[in-house]
Every structure is written in C-alpha cells, then in structure tokens.
C-alpha cells in the first residue's frame, strides 16, 4: 500500500487548529456554529452565497480557525472508529441552564480518549435561569476541572443568542493552538481526510476533504480508499475556486471515480498509474477477506 515517509522537524510549518462542537442536543451546537460565522463574515462575503462543504473558516486577528461543520460526535465517532483522527480542539458546549447531560459526558469520554485538548463553552447565558457554576461543578464530578477552579481547561461562559463572549471563546481556540503548536509540512504531497461526500447531478462525485499534511494541486492523482482520481477542481467553503490546498484547509474536490466514506483518507500519489494499482490492490484484498470469510 502507501508508504508515508516522516516529515523532517525542519520542514514543519505552524497550521491552523482544527475545531469541532460537540455537546448535548439541544444545548446549542448549530447555533453557536452560526454565531461564530456571523461574527467573521465580512460584509462584501455576507451578501455572497455561503457554499456548504462540511466545514468553514474563520479569521480571528489574522489567525485561520478551521470549524468542521458536523454538529454532534460525527467528526470523533465514525472518522475515529476508521482510524481517522480530524480534529485538534474539541468545543464543549453545556447550556448554562441545563448543565452536564449524557450526551455532555459521551463528548467529554470521546474528547479524552481521542487525546484532543477541550475548551468549555458554557452556553445560554443570556437565560435567567443560567447557572454556571452548577455547569462548573458537575463538569468537576466528571473530571474536568477548569482553571478558576485550579485545573487547566478553559471555560468560556457565551450566548450563541446575542454573540455575548464569541470573541473571547475564538481567542481561547487560537491560546490552545498555540500551546500545542500544531504543525505540519506544506511541501510534500497532500494527505487528508473525507469529511463528506455525495454525488452531484452536475458535478459527478464530490468530497470534502481536510488536507492535514502536504499541499493538494489541480491535476494531482489521489487515492481515497477504494477510490481514485485526479483533482479536476477544488472550491473553497466561501465557494471560490482554488489550485491549491495547503494543510489546514478544507476543499471540495471533483475528478473521483467513485464516491468516497467519510473518514477515509487520501494520499496524493505520483501519477495516475499508481493511483489505480493502489485501488485494484485494495480492492482485491478485500474482495479476498469476504471469500475467506464466507468460507468460515
Ligand atoms: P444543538 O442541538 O446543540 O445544535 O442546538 P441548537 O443550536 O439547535 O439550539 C437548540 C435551541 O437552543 C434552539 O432553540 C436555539 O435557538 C436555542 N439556543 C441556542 N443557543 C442559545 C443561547 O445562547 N441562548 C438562548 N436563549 N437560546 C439558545
């Protein structure tokens, strides 16, 4: 299959951090998605169609956010159950007013077992009836200890309602970030992750794809699971057209023979050729793994 040489230290480059939202239904993921959108979006772009590709960017004093767009546990449980890791800070979102749920608790497990840094967001405060410190002391029972309260997870308290703190959160996102000094090397080639994928009338077979490693270029041949192609075009998630996609972006491609899962990843390869003897490879393993298994 695809050997993946080690970066050298010295080609590494500072990327921007991958963020997803996780919380309970209901406490206020979608909305606060929106909020942080809506406060980045610069007027030129707000009257612009907003492309939906699965994820979007956000520039907070020059830095780029990258947000992936799954609200829920998507992003950690399926991509994570494929081997696929997409995320680098995890948003926990607890309503102020209804404190930790168990689906808080899943996020919480998933983030801790995933090895990903979490910021709390406690939402709705605009509610009367908020009360942060239960949220506080609950997340305390469960093992997060934040660090008014002498551990070291940041918490936030917000309203996605009214924008209350969206700032302040977005700073947090870029503190951690630069504490963990995410990396990556530009100038090799592109390897990434499918965070969705449909067939389009128009378009043929479409995917998102996170580049976490590497540069992904128009014309490049790529492996996706057991599919393969060479990049026809690329759109960015504000809907323009781009030739390039360094680490830490996310693109929609087109020019694949197939639709691919989300989670698989994708190796730029030399060339066409190899392309497609990685896939026929692929392939027939698995078509020998389900003879042998019906064999049993
Ligand atoms: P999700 O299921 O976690 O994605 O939650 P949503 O974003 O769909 O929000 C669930 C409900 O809570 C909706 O009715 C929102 O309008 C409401 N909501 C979300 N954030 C806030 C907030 O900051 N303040 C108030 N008062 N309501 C909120």
């Known amino acids: ?48 169609i907003t492309q939906h590709i699965g994820a979007s960017e956000v520039k907070v004093n020059d830095k780029k956010i990258v947000l992936l767009d799954t609200p829920g546990h998507e992003a950690f449980t399926s991509m994570r159950a494929r081997g696929a890791k997409v ?5 926990l979102v607890v309503a102020a007013d209804d404190g930790v749920m168990p689906q808080t608790i899943e996020a919480i497990n998933h983030a801790k077992a995933a090895e990903v840094p979490i910021i709390i967001a406690i939402n709705k405060m605009d509610k009367p009836s908020a009360n942060p410190d239960r949220v506080k002391q609950e997340l305390a029972d469960h093992g997060i200890l934040i660090e008014e309260w002498g551990g070291d997870v940041i918490s936030v308290p917000v309203s996605a309602l009214n924008g209350e703190n969206i700032d302040t959160l977005l700073e947090m996102i870029l503190l951690v970030a630069e504490m963990e000094e995410f990396k990556a090397n530009p100038n090799r080639k592109a390897i990434g992750t499918v965070i969705e994928a449909q067939l389009d009338v128009g378009k043929g077979s479409v995917a998102t794809i996170l580049i976490q490693n590497g540069t992904l270029k128009i014309g490049d041949s790529v492996v996706i699971g ?23 972006t996310a693109v929609e491609i087109t020019g694949l023979s197939e639709v691919p899962e989300a989670g698989d990843q994708l190796f730029a390869v030399e060339d066409d050729k190899i392309a497609r003897a990685i896939v026929e490879k692929r392939i027939n393993k698995i078509k020998a793994e389900q003879l042998k298994a019906s064999q049993k």
């Not at 995320?87 to 948003?91: L, R, V």
């Open 87 to 91: 995320t680098d800070i995890a948003i």
């Open 1 to 48: 299959d695809i050997e993946i040489e080690p970066d050298r230290p010295e080609d590494l480059k500072p990327r921007s951090p991958v963020v997803t939202v996780m919380g309970h239904v209901d406490h206020g993921k979608t909305s606060l998605l929106d909020a942080i959108r809506k406060t980045k979006v610069t007027s030129r772009e707000a009257g612009g």
């Open 226 to 248: 057991t599919t393969h192609g060479r990049i026809r075009a690329m759109m960015n998630d504000k809907g323009k057209r781009v030739n390039v996609a360094g680490p830490s």
